[in-house]
């Protein structure tokens, strides 16, 4: 197995266990994945800091209820040992305002390696 393989299937690993966590709706379960000086990039509004989207992710889990959150066609067009850029697409079901709602877009996330392990430094969703 090549370093370049071995590195993709670590961060497909990553990523799934990333999205495994946000469909737990349990935001202690969503913060280890990202870094303190993270910036998000939401429709709604843009957030710097782990505590701003912290409060963002919270604020989802409350709108969208039952939301199951899933990454497709992950692409890695920057892949190094410690910075890697994914591309995917998402799609999302949940329960809106007592509605079954669902939607669909395109996501990039950087991730670092920092401490031994990887760390979503940027996500930017758009649908």
Same mark, same amino acid.
Do not use: K, Q
């Given at each position: 197995m090549t370093h370049q393989v071995s590195l993709e299937s670590e961060l497909a690993l990553f990523m799934g266990e990333y999205e495994r966590a946000n469909n737990s709706h349990d935001i202690e379960r &969503?913060?280890?994945f990202i870094a303190e000086d993270a910036t998000y990039w939401f429709t709604d509004g843009s957030y710097q800091?782990?505590?701003?989207?912290r409060s963002a992710i919270e604020r989802t889990f409350a709108k969208i209820l039952d939301e199951t959150y899933e990454f497709r066609e992950l692409e890695w067009? &920057?892949?190094t040992a410690d910075i890697a850029v994914c591309r995917y697409r998402f799609a999302w079901t949940g329960v809106v305002d007592g509605e079954a709602r669902s939607g669909q877009g395109r996501g990039t996330n950087v991730l670092v390696r920092r401490d031994g392990g990887w760390r979503l430094l940027h996500e930017h969703l758009s649908s």
């Open positions: &969503v913060v280890p800091g782990i505590d701003e989207i067009p &920057v892949l």
